[in-house]
């Protein structure tokens, strides 16, 4: 587990609601990255934020992990039907 890591942040206003910017620092000694699921929890004197599953694959990501060869072809394994029959 990293060393403690304590920095001061302002709450701002964000749309109809409040946020506070995770800074680089504490994402990493926190291990949370772009589009990692947390849950959000009010305990007793503030909030706690913890890690709720995997992180979501961007499209670009989901794109680069394509393979043709596994996941192409035709999605009827039947021969033509309806009007490209000539």
Known sequence: MPAS????????????????????????AARFTRGLPIKVEVVEGGVFLRAAGAPKLTLAQKLKAFDPSLHGGEVMATGRVGAEVF
């Open 5 to 28: 890591i304590s920095v001061e942040q302002t709450v701002q206003e964000w749309g109809n609601g409040l946020a506070v910017r995770i800074t680089s620092p504490v994402a990493k």
